[in-house]
């Protein structure tokens, strides 16, 4: 049963390089030198023993009341429980090999972007008005629309927003959209955090872009959806003269 107190529940590390680190001890307590007797003196076995790394003692030998160190680094490779079993083969007669289990949990960000209370896929190139994406009409002389687009954070760790600006624009007419936000660049775990787009057609017809959302979620980097709007111009009656 791995357990914090004695360093063999590593606890939570981030999949994206984050890593957790515990030092364990071997003890001669008895009245000869004690030999560890493995190749490698620590050995690796279990379900995810490669994320795993075994920095082994200095010295296979360990003399009367004297003691030696290793050092075991856990990088999860995946979320979730990732566990091994740590082995130490030696020459203790009713103790060979000493085993004993160890364990940590792989944790990542996972973002989700909604508008209007409704998901917006990574990569949606199609605009709607049910999700905000789609703006719908506005007049050229100076009329706006508006849509505010939440990101939430679905995984286990906080979820860093790397661009600048934290929402980016391109595509055919970005100069039409203003965004404004988000405000922070850490969304946590199980929170969320606004941004607000406004757009505003500097000429009629479809007027389109996309928003991109540069983050540290592995899968999802940058999250990206195409937004549009429609730029419309009323028509001024001209007075007709009938002689």
Request: net charge negative; no cysteine.
């Given at each position: ?161 790397t661009g600048s600006p934290r929402g980016g624009k391109s595509g055919d007419h970005p100069s039409d959209f203003a965004v404004t936000g988000p405000v922070a660049s850490t ?57």
């Amino acid at each position: 049963e791995p357990a914090t107190a004695d360093g063999t529940d590593f606890g939570s590390a981030d999949i994206d390089g984050v890593t957790a680190t515990s030092t364990y001890t071997i003890y001669n307590t008895g009245n000869a030198a004690l030999s560890l007797t493995g190749n490698p003196i620590v050995g690796k076995t279990g379900d995810h023993s490669a994320d795993f790394t075994v920095t082994p003692p200095s010295t296979s030998t360990v003399g009367v009341g004297d003691s030696v160190t290793f050092i075991v680094v856990f990088n999860p490779s995946a979320t979730g429980t990732r566990s091994a079993i740590l082995s130490v083969p030696n020459d203790d007669t009713n103790e060979n090999p000493y085993n004993f289990s160890i364990q940590g949990t792989g944790t990542d960000a996972e973002i989700r972007i909604e508008g209007k209370s409704t998901e917006i896929s990574d990569g949606d190139d199609e605009p709607a008005t049910a999700d905000g994406t789609d703006f719908g009409s506005v007049d050229i002389d100076g009329i706006t629309a508006t849509s505010t687009f939440t990101i939430y954070n679905s995984g286990s760790t906080a979820l860093t927003l790397t661009g600048s600006p934290r929402g980016g624009k391109s595509g055919d007419h970005p100069s039409d959209f203003a965004v404004t936000g988000p405000v922070a660049s850490t969304v946590n775990a199980g929170g969320n955090i606004t941004f607000v787009v406004v757009f505003n057609a500097s000429d009629t017809g479809t007027r389109s872009a996309i928003l991109s959302v540069p983050n540290d979620d592995p899968d999802e980097n940058p999250y990206n959806f195409s937004i549009q709007g429609k730029g419309t111009a009323v028509l001024t009656a001209t007075g007709i003269t009938v002689t």
